[in-house]
């Protein structure tokens, strides 16, 4: 999944943190401060994880505020994000805000990396939480113009996801009907409509290619469901057939194949074996008839 931007806002530098220091036997997290943003201001950022993954103990709300960025630059996406979550927890109204707005990029940086139909849920689910995220650096930081930016792009980036995944589970249904498998294709039906429901309801109420497809998957839903009573009230007249000695009737009646005996034999299996087992009796009569007929024996 693409994203818009990829903005940060940038390191929080404390001056006690960079003044010179004592040399130490032992490295403190003051010391590794010091060297973590040394090593991200020279794009380091493999070394300034690691230095600043000693400072989020002593410093919990800037260190991990600067780890979270060095995670970032590095390309760890989902410890960026953890790591900012972490930084949510000061009573610094400006640092949480950065934290918000750099937080909701690496939910959405997070995306990038997921290309196949089956994780556009998930995706969604993260674009979903980064438009929470833009929304508090906005409460907190009004004139954040690019915290807005972001929030329209990620609010825009969450429509494409919710709609490509009811397309995806419509589409499949489609070829699924195409192989006659249509209990599968039913669930991605089902599954499509509660997918599109949501989109107009909790996503965006005007969303035209939504509200088109919802009667495109009710006439699909109906047309499966009607398929079995079909293939019910044929077997009922089969029956009804033999009863009344017809078997010729009855034969063409249970061996009759259309699209629509396929689903209904799909959808319930049990069906299916009710047509053979009943079949298989009326040829039996048959069988007993025909050579009945080639002895010239009169009934």
């Keep these: 999944m693409k994203i818009a931007a990829r903005f940060l806002n940038g390191l929080i530098i404390a001056i006690s943190f960079i003044g010179t220091q004592t040399v130490l036997s032992e490295e403190t997290p003051r010391s590794a401060m010091r060297k973590g943003l040394k090593a991200y201001t020279m794009s ?13 103990l002593e410093f919990p709300n800037i260190g991990n505020y600067n780890l979270g960025n060095a995670h970032y630059r590095n390309g760890d996406f989902e410890a960026a994000e953890k790591s900012f979550n972490e930084a949510l927890r000061t009573t610094d109204l400006d640092l949480q805000s950065k934290a918000y707005f750099n937080r909701g990029n690496a939910l959405l940086a997070q995306t990038t990396v997921m290309t196949g139909p089956e994780q556009i849920g998930l995706a969604s689910e993260l674009v979903f939480q980064a438009v929470g995220m833009y929304e508090k650096a906005i409460l907190l930081d009004p004139a954040d113009m690019e915290a807005k930016r972001n929030f329209e792009r990620a609010r825009s980036l969450r429509l494409t ?8 589970l419509y589409n499949q249904a489609e070829a699924l009907l195409q192989e006659y498998k249509a209990k599968e294709a039913k669930q991605n039906y089902q599954h499509a409509k509660v997918q599109f429901e949501h989109i107009l309801e909790d996503v965006d109420p005007s969303h035209e290619e939504s509200r088109q497809l919802l ?7 109906t047309m499966l ?4 009573e079909e293939a019910e009230q044929d077997l009922e007249m089969a029956i009804q057939f033999i ?19 396929k689903y209904a034999f799909d959808l319930k299996p049990n069906l299916k074996k009710q047509y053979e087992e009943t079949s298989q009796k009326n040829q039996e009569v048959l069988k007993i008839i025909q050579e009945l007929s080639s002895l010239n024996i009169v009934q």
């Design 44 to 56: 380091d950022y493999t070394n300034a994880v690691q230095f600043l993954e000693k400072t989020a």
């Design 161 to 168: 996801l919710e709609y490509t995944k009811g397309k995806w």
């Design 215 to 221: 009667p495109k998957i009710a006439e699909r839903l």
């Design 225 to 228: 469901n009607q398929a079995v």
């Design 243 to 261: 009863e009344d000695y017809q078997y010729m009737l009855a034969a063409q009646r249970l061996t009759t194949e259309t699209d629509n005996r």
